[in-house]
Antibody, heavy 121, light 108 residues
Framework: QVQLVESGGGLVKPGGSLRLSCTASGFTFSNYYMSWIRQAPGKRLEWVSY????????IYADSVKGRFTISRDNAKNSLYLQMNSQRVEDTAVYYCARTIPERSGYYFDYWGQGTLVTVSS | SYELTQPPSVSVSPGQTARITCSADALPKQYAYWYQQKPGQAPVLVIY???ERPSGIPERFSGSSSGTTVTLTISGVQAEDEADYYCQSVDSSGTYVVFGGGTKLTVL
C-alpha cells in the first residue's frame, strides 16, 4: 500500500533553516509528481510547493517563494523541502502528498502523517 | 488572490443528509476536490474531479457541480463522518493550488 513518511521537523529560531524529508513506498515514486502542503495550528490547509516526476518543473506558493526549495531523489524514493529564512508564520504541520495532474490543475490522492515545524525564539 | 468559500460549520443528525458547499468564480472551468480530515490525522481524498469517488470511500459520499458552486453530499450521515472537510481547486491559470477554509461537520 502507498506510504509516505515525513521526518525532519522540529524547533527552529526565526531566520533559521530546516530540511524536511519524505520517504515513499508502495508505488513507483519516479512516476509521480509530489507536493508539500502545510497546516498551521487550527488553520486551513495551505499548499506550499510541487515538483514534477523528473524534477524538471517546480512551483511555489508566493508565501515561500525564494525561501523554500523542493527537491527529490528518485533513486532513494525521497522528497525534500529545504526551508531557509524561516518566519514565525511558517509554524505548521508539513505534509507530503502524492500529486495527480489533471486537466488544468492537480490534486493529492495520498498524504503522509505530517511533521511539525515550530519557528520560535 | 483566488479564494474558495465554504461555510464554517454544518450540523446534521445521524441518518440525515449533509451538504457542504464550496464557491468560487473559476469553478466552472476547474475541477474541485474534497478532503476529509479528522482531528490529529492527515487529510483523506473523498471526491476528485467534482464527482468521482476514490476506491475505498463509502458510496454515501458524492459530489456535484453547478455553475460557481460545488457540493459535497453525505447521505445517511454516520457518527464517524464527523470531521473537517476541505474543498480544493486551482486558480484560473491552473498553476496555484487553493484550499477552502474548511467546514466542520458536526453529527448531533
Amino acid at each position: 500500500q502507498v506510504q509516505l513518511v515525513e521526518s525532519g521537523g522540529g524547533l527552529v529560531k526565526p531566520g533559521g533553516s530546516l530540511r524536511l524529508s519524505c520517504t515513499a513506498s508502495g508505488f513507483t515514486f519516479s512516476n509521480y509528481y509530489m507536493s508539500w502542503i502545510r497546516q498551521a495550528p487550527g488553520k486551513r490547509l495551505e499548499w506550499v510547493s510541487y515538483i514534477s516526476s523528473s524534477s524538471s518543473y517546480t512551483i511555489y506558493a508566493d508565501s515561500v517563494k525564494g525561501r523554500f526549495t523542493i527537491s527529490r531523489d528518485n533513486a532513494k524514493n525521497s522528497l525534500y523541502l529545504q526551508m531557509n529564512s524561516q518566519r514565525v508564520e511558517d509554524t505548521a504541520v508539513y505534509y507530503c502528498a502524492r500529486t495527480i495532474p489533471e486537466r488544468s490543475g492537480y490534486y493529492f490522492d495520498y498524504w503522509g502523517q505530517g511533521t511539525l515545524v515550530t519557528v520560535s525564539s | 488572490s483566488y479564494e474558495l468559500t465554504q461555510p464554517p460549520s454544518v450540523s446534521v443528525s445521524p441518518g440525515q443528509t449533509a451538504r457542504i458547499t464550496c464557491s468560487a468564480d473559476a469553478l466552472p472551468k476547474q475541477y474541485a476536490y474534497w478532503y476529509q480530515q479528522k482531528p490529529g490525522q492527515a487529510p483523506v481524498l473523498v471526491i476528485y474531479k467534482d464527482s468521482e469517488r476514490p476506491s475505498g470511500i463509502p458510496e454515501r459520499f458524492s459530489g456535484s457541480s453547478s455553475g460557481t458552486t460545488v457540493t459535497l453530499t453525505i447521505s445517511g450521515v454516520q457518527a464517524e463522518d464527523e470531521a473537517d472537510y476541505y474543498c480544493q481547486s486551482v486558480d484560473s491559470s491552473g498553476t496555484y493550488v487553493v484550499f477552502g477554509g474548511g467546514t466542520k461537520l458536526t453529527v448531533l
